[in-house]
């Protein structure tokens, strides 16, 4: 089944303490991308991956990094997690042909930091 | 820079209305998308728009863009409860690989 998989699916952390989010896709695309979503706001993009080893800034980048070292992974990583970094976190995928570029989202992660 | 609004935020309403929400965006664009979201769930996609006059239909939802407007309308006919969801509009960069959101709105629909 073609799929974004995304672990942990629900995290309650504190302030400070690292944590990686990881997210898989199983159908071979290019892109990859994080967004966070907080009422109100619609989705916000953090980072985005057009390729391995390829990775640039959506909007909102502060306080998150991200890797690219495989096509299949792209994990989000917080080093110094804050209160608003509470969010519910969504990772997609696409081929990168255009014109279509048709975004598969994983089930989401929602994150509290303390 | 890109801005996407959209219209109404929130819309109550019953089964068997009809209703139109607005997506506004701020700047030329090469794709509109249409994005559903049930309470707790990720986003499923409902249309891509590539051309001004585009119109996609499934079910009791019909999307159509005008890009000289700079508008896209999501249109339902006779509401049903199942439609009861959150709506996001999102338009793409012109040859760019990034998406910008409008706020979602949040549709309910009542038996």
């Known amino acids: 089944e073609a799929q974004v998989t995304q672990n942990p699916r629900y995290l309650i952390t504190v302030t400070g303490k690292k944590l990686t989010v990881t997210c898989s896709q199983n159908m071979n695309h290019e892109y990859m991308s994080w967004y966070r979503q907080d009422p109100g706001l619609g989705l916000r993009q953090i980072y985005y991956?057009?390729?391995?080893?390829?990775?640039d800034k959506g909007d909102v980048p502060e306080g998150y990094k991200v890797s690219r070292k495989e096509k299949r992974n792209f994990p989000l990583i917080l080093e110094s997690p804050s209160p608003n970094q509470t969010s519910l976190y969504f990772c997609?995928?696409?081929?990168?042909?255009?014109?279509?570029?048709?975004?598969?989202f994983g089930p989401g992660t929602r994150l509290t930091v303390t | 820079e890109l801005k996407v609004e959209q219209n109404p935020l929130f819309l109550s309403m019953q089964e068997g209305k009809n209703y139109t929400i607005y997506c506004n965006y701020s700047?030329?664009?090469?794709?509109l998308y249409w994005y559903r979201q049930d309470p707790g769930k990720s986003l499923e996609s409902l249309f891509v728009l590539l051309s001004n006059g585009a119109v996609k239909q499934e079910g009791r939802l019909m999307a159509s863009l005008d890009t000289k407007a700079r508008l896209s309308t999501l249109h339902i006919t006779a509401a049903v409860h199942d439609l009861s969801a959150t709506y996001f509009c999102a338009v793409s960069r012109d040859s760019n690989y990034q998406l910008i959101w409008g706020a979602g709105t949040k549709l309910i629909i009542k038996p």
């Open positions: 991956s057009m390729n391995v080893e390829v990775t």
């Open positions: 997609a995928s696409s081929l990168m042909s255009l014109p279509l570029w048709e975004q598969y």
């Open positions: 700047t030329t664009s090469d794709r």
